[in-house]
């Protein structure tokens, strides 16, 4: 089982509506999470953490988090063409005394006009 | 405050040569983190570099080693390339007191011919 799974996709959605990202990890006791974005040819760029369980939500993106199911998703509201990219979900697993962030594979999101 | 900054950029080597890459953090933030990053395997973490001692270790093998200064700007090394490690070589760096968020430079593109 990997650490941090997504389903690579690609999601296509129609501009407006919302997109939904889902991720699955395996270490039970991790407590930081991350949403990054990353455009072809680009880095990854941060644009939500969660900590808690429950939502977080930044301008037209909200995050989910359920800690007793080990899940974190992400939704995208009224889609736009510039959010296509893929998102990388990434969780803080602690190994060797230290955290280190683990990455999911990446979920490729396509938003059609 | 500037970004993190890796350098160089593009690189394109030989099989059997030697590399090495530079990332110079966010001013401040003491913990450098180094991820490859492949079509096939994603973004893979490399190690770990806080107050110039190496903190924790992915499963890469010897041939790839790194360092830090004291300013925090840290060197990552490849020694005896292999076609396989062309990749994207990213570095991010991470103030701790600040809930183990990773901000990302532009990354080094490394091609093996």
């Known amino acids: 089982q990997k650490e941090v799974e997504q389903n690579s996709g690609p999601l296509s959605v129609p501009e407006g509506a919302i997109a939904s990202l889902n991720c699955t990890y395996s270490?039970?006791?991790?407590?930081?999470f991350f949403w990054y974005r990353q455009y072809s040819g680009k880095s990854p760029e941060l644009i939500m953490s969660?900590?808690?369980?429950g939502d977080k939500e930044d301008g037209r993106f909200t995050a989910q988090l359920n800690k007793a199911s080990q899940y974190v998703s992400l939704l995208i509201r009224d889609s736009q063409p510039s959010d296509s990219a893929t998102y990388l979900c990434?969780?803080?697993?602690?190994?060797?005394?230290?955290?280190?962030?683990?990455f999911g594979a990446g979920t490729r999101l396509a938003v059609h006009p | 405050k500037a970004g993190v900054t890796q350098t160089p950029r593009y690189l394109i080597k030989t099989r059997g040569q030697q590399v090495t890459l530079s990332c110079s953090p966010i001013?401040?933030?003491?913990?450098v983190s180094w991820y490859q990053q492949t079509p096939g395997q994603g973004l893979q973490f490399l190690f770990e570099y806080f107050s110039e001692t190496q903190r924790n270790k992915g499963n890469f093998p010897g041939r790839f080693s790194g360092r830090q200064f004291s300013n925090s700007r840290s060197e990552m090394n490849v020694s005896t390339l292999e076609l396989g490690d062309s990749a994207l070589y990213l570095c991010a760096s991470m103030d701790p007191g600040v809930q183990n968020i990773q901000y990302f430079g532009a990354g080094t593109r490394l091609s093996v011919l």
């Open positions: 270490d039970r006791v991790s407590q930081s």
């Open positions: 001013s401040g933030h003491r913990s």
């Open positions: 969660i900590y808690s369980n």
């Open positions: 990434a969780v803080n697993m602690f190994s060797g005394g230290y955290n280190k962030l683990i």
